[in-house]
Structures are given as C-alpha cells and as structure tokens.
Nanobody, 125 residues
Framework: QVQLVESGGGLVQPGGSLRLSCAASGSIFSIYTMGWYRQAPGKQRELVAAITSGGSTNYADSVKGRFTISRDNAKNTVYLQMNSLKPEDTAIYYC???????????????????WGQGTQVTVSS
C-alpha cells in the first residue's frame, strides 16, 4: 500500500505565504502526475495545480502567478509554494497521484487515484 501525507498547512494573513508538502511512502517505483486540489466549505473540490513526472505543469486560473508546484522524484514528494495568499484560498488542500507503480513481491502493480488526508489552509487577518 502507498500513502500520501500532506504537511505545511496553517493560518496565514492575507498576502502571506505557505509551502505545502506531500510525501508518498511505500515501495514505490514511480509516480505519474501529482497534483494539489482544494475544497472550500460548500464548494466542490477543484484542481489547483498539477505536475507530470517530466515536470510539465498546469494551474487553475485563480492561482496562476501566485502558486508554484514542484516535485522531487527522488523523494517522491510534491510541493506547492503559495504566495500572495487571499482569503478565497482558504480550503482543505489535498494531494493526489493519478498512478503510482509500486513493488508487490517479485512484480509490481499500479495504484490509481491516490489521495492524501488533506491539510487545512486558512487565510485570514
């Protein structure tokens, strides 16, 4: 089994910054696209940013120019640097991996659509 564990959330004032981390654990060979999603109260979960194993990125229009997604493949970790935070960025942020290839005895299997438990980000004065 693999797990995604997020960290780095918290309370920050408008205009401030936070850096989220998401580390994948388990006997992992490779991870394909990793992404950050968020869900605010009463709203649907939405994609914030994603990054492929090759480093291609895409962002929601609402965070372009403010957030930066990156990953360290050797550490199986994805990051989200969030700058110029606004109150509307307040949400639970979830890490996702669309496909993780991991060891299973002498062979390997894929785990699909793996989610972390979420980390709260609150932007308020």
């Amino acid at each position: 089994q693999v797990q995604l564990v997020e960290s780095g959330g918290g309370l920050v004032q408008p205009g401030g910054s936070l850096r989220l981390s998401c580390a994948a654990s388990g006997s992992i060979f490779s991870i394909y696209t990793m992404g950050w999603y968020r869900q605010a109260p009463g709203k649907q979960r939405e994609l914030v940013a994603a990054i492929t194993s090759g480093g291609s990125t895409n962002y929601a229009d609402s965070v372009k120019g403010r957030f930066t997604i990156s990953r360290d493949n050797a550490k199986n970790t994805v990051y989200l640097q969030m700058n110029s935070l606004k109150p509307e960025d307040t949400a639970i942020y979830y890490c996702n991996a669309d496909a993780i290839r991991r060891s299973l005895g002498v062979t390997s299997i894929y785990e699909w659509d793996v989610w972390g438990q979420g980390t709260q980000v609150t932007v308020s004065s």
